[in-house]
């Protein structure tokens, strides 16, 4: 079998194999004794079958799926062997009609070769870095939150915010009277949120009550018509909530209000773990780089937006086999068509050049995927899940179990270890270029975000 390369000055090329009957004949005949030694053929002794009866049945169709397969596998060689940096994957020229007299072939694949790029990222490339200043607004309100998850529910006096309000429930007719009505709704141990209000007016109504007062408030208008809701909060049937709009009187019996969480060691210990923060100053530096660490995901994916645009636009004056790869592309994708695909290989041409790009950056920093890498990445992401939940502060084992959960789904496992290469690629930036780090405020933030993102 001879395996040649002809090249064409727009980047692609053409590899040419040459097959002649002593390349293929044995492995055409090897498969055919297996086929009478297996299969059961109708007229004939499973293993009793001639070689020329074999030939006759399914000749042509062994030596169609040898011949494709060994000379498939001919190109992919030659290609590793002469280390050729192609795109897509190789195209036969034609297809070819294979017969049982014919004894030589010549096939041909179309090819589409990666430009030579001398690559050097170093110190005279400047990227920018845009990370979020923590204001005492972020920073207050997640201390807010963190005192109101790890906090107490006690007795109250009076309604104030974020209370539950007990007490019994009680219909009312249109002049404001109790409804004594056989079917009239009752509730003996209501329980309402005030707070989850959607109309605001009504929750205003309980402003300033107390343990013993009542209140007169209209369910229906407090959930905006929602039966679900409403079907909870009177502990009746959905399908008869839909239809009540009369206002209740609540008797307030009980008021639960939500205290926040005092500062001290046992607080500390419950946010962060155990004798890691033991100072009120320690605990809001910590909140602080919280909220920093939470907002730290914006700033990187601006960064690899930012950074491929400017590494597309200074290393990116390249040529690309556009012939092969519109034919590639739509020879690969149901949804492309000679009509569209000049259209939409246009869109195409700054991922293509970026995937290029960012190829000849990782051989210029020699890193590698390891296992740990995958491991380590796939329990953070099991921790922030976990968290999501309010699981915090758990053992590694418990961590690692459910991050061994997330790699056994292959898809998950692909995603992740991309993004794995992602990573490793863009801090290999920051190493190998000039970083510029520019703090901006969560609004400017977002006003080059969304530049960017143009």
Request: glycine residues 6%; aromatic residues 8%; charged residues 30%.
């Amino acid at each position: 079998m001879n395996v040649t390369l002809e090249k064409f000055d727009d980047g692609s090329a053409k590899i040419i194999v040459n097959v002649v009957e002593n390349d293929y004949q044995g492995k055409i005949e090897k498969q055919l004794r297996e086929i009478g030694r297996t299969h059961n053929i109708p007229g004939f002794r499973k293993g009793h079958v001639s070689l020329g009866q074999l030939t006759r049945l399914f000749g042509k169709q062994v030596k169609s799926d040898v011949l494709n397969n060994e000379v498939y596998n001919a190109v992919v060689n030659y290609i590793q062997e002469n280390k050729l940096n192609v795109l897509g994957e190789p195209l036969p020229v034609e297809v070819k009609e294979i017969s049982l007299e014919m004894k030589d072939y010549t096939f041909e694949y179309e090819i589409g070769v990666a430009p030579e790029l001398n690559i050097t990222l170093d110190k005279t490339t400047t990227l920018p870095y845009y990370p979020i200043e923590v204001s005492q607004e972020m920073h207050d309100q997640q201390d807010k939150m963190l005192r109101e998850r790890f906090g107490s529910q006690q007795a109250g006096e009076e309604y104030e915010e974020r209370a539950l309000v007990k007490g019994s429930l009680m219909q009312l007719n249109e002049d404001g009277t109790v409804n004594t009505a056989e079917d009239a709704i009752q509730v003996a141990s209501g329980i309402v949120a005030p707070f989850l209000f959607k109309a605001k007016d009504e929750e205003a109504k309980f402003a300033g009550k107390k343990v013993g007062d009542k209140v007169v408030f209209n369910p229906w208008n407090s959930c905006e018509g929602n039966a679900s809701e409403l079907a909870s909060m009177l502990n009746i049937d959905k399908e008869v909530a839909a239809e009540v709009k009369s206002d209740f009187e609540l008797s307030i019996a009980e008021i639960i209000v939500n205290r926040l969480a005092e500062y001290g060691q046992e607080f500390y210990d419950e946010v962060f773990g155990k004798d890691k923060v033991t100072t009120e100053e320690e605990y809001h530096n910590n909140v602080k780089s919280m909220v920093a660490s939470q907002l730290a995901p914006n700033s990187e994916n601006l960064f690899q937006i930012t950074t491929e645009k400017e590494l597309i636009e200074k290393f990116g004056n390249f040529e690309l086999p556009a012939t092969f790869l519109k034919k590639w592309l739509v020879a690969r994708n149901e949804e492309l068509t000679a009509e569209n695909i000049d259209a939409e290989f246009e869109k195409m041409i700054p991922s293509i050049k970026w995937q290029l790009i960012k190829e000849r950056i990782a051989e210029q920093a020699g890193f590698k995927i390891e296992e740990e890498d995958v491991k380590n990445y796939a329990k953070s992401i099991a921790a922030q899940q976990l968290a999501q939940f309010g699981m915090y502060n758990l053992d590694d084992e418990t961590v690692g179990g459910y991050a061994d959960r997330i790699l056994s789904d292959r898809n998950s496992r692909s995603r992740i270890i991309e993004e794995v290469g992602d990573r490793k690629l863009f801090n290999a930036i920051k190493n190998m270029a000039n970083i510029e780090i520019k703090p901006v405020s969560l609004e400017d933030f977002k006003k080059v975000a969304e530049e960017a993102q143009k």
